[in-house]
Structure formats: structure tokens, C-alpha cells
């Protein structure tokens, strides 16, 4: 790790191989995976069909580079317009990236109808984007900002969740609204009922953007394929990543055709994105999540996670307070330190991961067994007993 430029906080663990939500040291010690690389990892480690997909494609072309048609991309395009509102896809290689593509489309889009002014994107308090000078501009983290210098100019701070305050921010300027369904970063934090479709009548009266961030909600993480598919709501663009390729980096900007018609050649682009081996993987995690009732398991085993974790914070209520989010996206929230909760239950063998406000994400891959969540339950039971005695 010498030669490591030390950005994170790294933990001393690492591990050798994974198995569906287990990771193994080389030691042989196992971990039960709750974290899946941070919502990524969605069917698990090791996935059978994604070995083979991806071992088959290596072997005939791994990228071309987007002067040429990449079939693959195409047809990953095809199978996510088909599931959503999409008509219209950009591919690239993170959350990031996404959410940079995303914004850059909301602005061309005025800039295309001749109203050159409109460059503001109105973003929440507690938002979370990404690490690049933009995103970072559009997330809420002072911290994060800090010392590089980042112009925050085109970005206007509103309060997640207040669709009333909103709307008194939205002038001449106003090109979009840019907001994640449930906020992840922040702390699983999820508006009030109705937020998303007061959202997009608001947007629609006033001929701006709806822009969603489902980075981390999308690809069945909330039990629908994507999360503002609970509220039945069309964006107009939405940024997506993380579980797409279950592992393998890809990104994508999905939009309405008419959002998406600024977007004309030499607009954007990206050397990597959508290359062949992230294509064809990306492409079998949304088929693999759509069938085998992946999405019934989120929903059903999240049930099953958050009324084990409501007990549990009945019976220790000096420690944890409650959870809150969707599915198998859950915040555990704690009244003792989140990261001294995280630790201790890596030391029992599961895997979380903190957030902000204190919470603590369980993020498990979507297919989990029953099985994996009693387990889970039981190493959480077992390191808030040892807690509270000490
Ligand atoms: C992780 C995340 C991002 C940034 O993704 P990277 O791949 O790390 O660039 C953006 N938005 C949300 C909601 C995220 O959770």
C-alpha cells in the first residue's frame, strides 16, 4: 500500500475470492458481504453467468472505441429503454461520470431551444454526486470540496424533501432539478410520499428538468428495476451506475429522446464507455435482475431485514434507534457511533457500511437467500448484546 495515494481510510482486511455474498481472506476467513462494493456487486460475487459472458466476449474483442458501432452497447441500450422511460442512452465508466453527463445534457438542452441563460440546477441539501469538480459542486459536502478550488456557481442549494421551498427557487435561470430518490451518502434519507411526483409537475410547469441520480437506488436495489418507478413518475433524464455492470465499471445517462436532443455529434463522449466487456455484463445483470423474481426477493427479504432490525432496536435502544430506506437498501440507525457499530460487527464476520447522520447501510446483493438475512440478523443481535454489556 506503500505506493498508494492515501485518499481513503482503508481498513487492514483484503480478500482473495468472493461466492455469491461471501468473501474469503486468504487466510480463509469468511465474511458475510453486506456492503457488495457499495451497491455494486448486485447478483453477488463469482456470478456464474457473468463468468462466462465475460470470459466468451475477452475472447473475440474487448474495445474498439466509440468511432464504430459497438453491438453489445446497442443492445445494452435497447434492454434499459426497454425497462424504463429511456429512448436514449450515453454510456461511461461511473457515478461520476453519469451525473456529469447528466448535467451537461440538462444545460444543451436550453442551450439547444435557444434559451441560453438557463444553466442553474437546483440540488439538495445532503446530495451526494460524485468526486469529480463538478460533482462535487452539485453534492452538499463541504468537506469534500475543500482545497480544490470548486465553482459552485450554476448549482442553487434547496432542501430535499420540501417541495413548497422548492419552488420559490426556481427562476428564469432554472435548467433542472437534480435529486437522488432515496439519498444514500447522506443516510438513506427518504422524502416525503408524493415528493417525486410533486417533483415532476413542478418541473413540467415550468419546462425545466426532472434529473434523478439512481446510482445507488437503481438496478433493483429498492425492488423496482428503478426506484422512481415506485412513485410511476417519468424523468427526463436519469444518471445510473453502480449496479449496473455487477462489478465491471460502467455508467450510463439515460434520457427522453426531446430531453436528450442537445446532445448532437461532438457534444460528449468518453474513450471507455460502453466498451464491449461492460456492454455484455451489464446487459446479463439487468436480465439476470428481471428474471428470477430477483426483484420479489429484494422486496420480500427487505421485509424480513427491516422488521428483524425494528426488534432489535426495541431491544436496544441505547444502541440503535431504528432503519429506514427500500428493499435491500437499509439504514440502520444507530445511537452509538456508526463506524464503531460497523467495526464491531466486522469483527462477528458481516460487512456494512456507514453513511451520513450517523446511519449504518446494509447493502446486500440482490440475491440473497433467507438464509443470508437470518444470518445477518444474528451477527447484528450478537454485537449489540456484547455492546450493551460493555
Ligand atoms: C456513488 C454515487 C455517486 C458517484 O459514483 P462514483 O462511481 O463513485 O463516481 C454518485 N451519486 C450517487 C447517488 C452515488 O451513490
Redesign the pocket.
Known amino acids: 500500500m506503500y505506493n498508494i495515494m492515501p485518499t481513503y481510510g482503508r481498513i487492514e482486511l483484503s480478500f482473495e475470492r468472493g461466492d455469491g455474498p461471501w468473501l474469503f481472506t486468504e487466510e480463509g476467513h469468511k465474511y458475510l458481504d453486506f456492503v457488495s462494493g ?2 455494486v456487486n448486485t447478483l453477488g460475487h463469482s456470478n456464474k453467468e457473468l463468468i462466462n459472458i465475460l470470459s466468451e466476449q475477452s475472447k473475440k474483442v474487448w474495445h474498439t472505441s466509440n468511432l464504430y458501432e459497438i453491438k453489445p452497447q446497442s443492445e445494452l441500450a435497447e434492454t434499459i429503454c426497454k425497462n424504463s422511460f429511456g429512448e436514449s442512452v450515453f454510456f461511461c465508466n ?6 456529469e453527463g447528466t448535467i451537461k445534457l440538462c444545460r444543451r438542452f436550453h442551450f439547444n431551444n435557444g434559451d441560453k441563460n438557463k444553466t442553474d440546477i437546483l440540488v439538495c441539501s445532503s446530495a ?5 469538480l463538478g ?1 462535487l459542486a452539485a453534492g452538499d459536502n463541504e468537506n469534500h470540496r475543500q482545497g480544490f478550488g470548486v465553482n459552485t456557481s450554476g448549482f442553487i442549494r434547496v432542501p430535499f424533501g420540501d417541495i413548497e421551498k422548492i419552488s420559490k427557487f426556481i427562476n428564469k435561470n432554472t435548467a433542472a432539478i437534480l435529486v ?1 430518490p432515496i ?3 447522506g443516510g438513506i434519507k427518504i422524502a416525503p410520499e408524493g415528493f417525486l411526483k410533486n417533483l415532476r409537475n413542478l418541473c413540467s410547469e415550468n419546462q425545466i428538468l426532472l434529473a434523478l ?5 437503481g438496478i433493483g436495489r429498492t425492488g423496482k428495476l428503478f426506484a422512481h418507478q415506485w412513485e410511476e413518475i417519468v424523468p427526463d433524464v436519469m ?1 445510473i ?2 449496479g449496473l455492470g455487477g462489478g465491471f ?1 460502467i ?1 450510463a445517462v439515460v434520457a427522453t429522446n426531446k430531453a436528450a436532443s442537445g446532445m448532437t455529434p461532438g457534444t460528449h463522449g468518453s474513450t471507455f464507455g460502453g466498451n464491449f466487456l461492460a456492454s455484455c455484463v451489464a446487459k446479463s445483470v439487468i436480465n439476470q435482475v428481471l428474471k428470477n423474481k430477483v426483484l420479489d426477493n429484494v422486496i420480500n427479504l427487505g421485509d424480513k431485514l427491516f422488521k428483524g432490525i425494528n426488534l432489535l432496536s426495541l431491544k436496544y435502544p441505547k444502541l440503535i434507534k431504528g432503519v429506514r430506506g427500500k428493499g435491500l437498501m437499509i439504514g440502520i440507525i444507530c445511537n452509538i457511533n456508526n463506524a464503531e457499530l460497523c467495526s464491531n460487527l466486522r469483527n462477528e464476520g458481516l460487512l456494512s457500511v456507514p453513511a451520513g447522520d450517523n446511519v449504518l447501510r446494509l447493502l446486500p446483493p440482490l440475491n440473497i437467500t433467507a438464509e443470508h438475512a437470518d444470518i445477518c440478523l444474528k451477527i447484528l443481535e450478537k454485537t449489540l448484546k456484547k455492546l450493551e454489556v460493555n
Open positions: 457499495i451497491a461511473s457515478g461520476a461520470e453519469s451525473l451526494f454526486h460524485g468526486r469529480t460533482t437522488e439519498q444514500g451518502e441520480d439512481e446510482v445507488q437506488t444518471a451506475a453502480k465499471p455508467g
